[in-house]
């Protein structure tokens, strides 16, 4: 007789919150991605790269997708704590606003600002945009728990 034993499948872990739509928000949520991946065991090189991610997600929010009296959320998956995929996403009220394609992207060089999705490109191994019904916007992106080793940005 040969028997074989049922392969479960790890837990899909998730988080989520409700931040203000402030500049103390965003920074919040910087800070609480590094508390709930540190708690979910994330390699320190996925932690650093996702809390970059959230500082330039959360403060597009802010900036861009902020509606008088309406927060952000910010929302984790974890498909395999092993070796799975990390998807952030961040949602506003702002659905008319989609980011601008990096194709038509120009930033002046002495510009301060405007770069925020272009480290969102390097640091992301993919990244993009839905609809947020009703009226909203979901910027997402997601990152392999593979080897621990520092990801290089596409030249």
């Known amino acids: 007789m040969n028997a074989t034993t049922p392969q479960l499948r790890s837990p899909l872990r998730t988080f989520a919150q409700q931040l203000s739509s402030t500049r103390r928000g965003a920074r919040l949520g910087?800070?609480?991605?590094?508390?709930?991946?540190?708690?979910?065991e994330v390699s320190p090189t996925v932690t650093e790269r996702a809390e970059q991610i959230v500082a330039e997600l959360a403060a597009n929010a802010v900036l861009h997708g902020r509606v008088?009296?309406?927060d952000f959320r910010l929302a984790f998956t974890l498909d395999?704590?092993?070796?799975?995929?990390?998807?952030?996403?961040?949602?506003?009220?702002?659905?008319?606003?989609?980011?601008t394609a990096l194709t038509e992207f120009v930033t002046p060089h002495d510009s301060e600002t405007g770069r925020g999705l272009l480290l969102v490109t390097?640091?992301?191994?993919?990244?993009?945009?839905?609809p947020y019904p009703p009226g909203g916007k979901t910027v997402w992106a997601e990152l392999s728990l593979g080897p621990s080793e520092p990801r290089q940005p596409n030249d």
Do not use: C, F, K, N
Request: aromatic share 6%.
């Open 30 to 40: 910087r800070l609480l991605t590094y508390e709930q991946l540190r708690s979910w």
């Open 68 to 70: 008088q009296g309406r």
């Open 80 to 99: 395999h704590p092993a070796a799975g995929v990390l998807r952030i996403a961040v949602t506003d009220a702002r659905g008319d606003r989609l980011p």
């Open 122 to 130: 390097a640091l992301a191994d993919r990244w993009g945009t839905e």
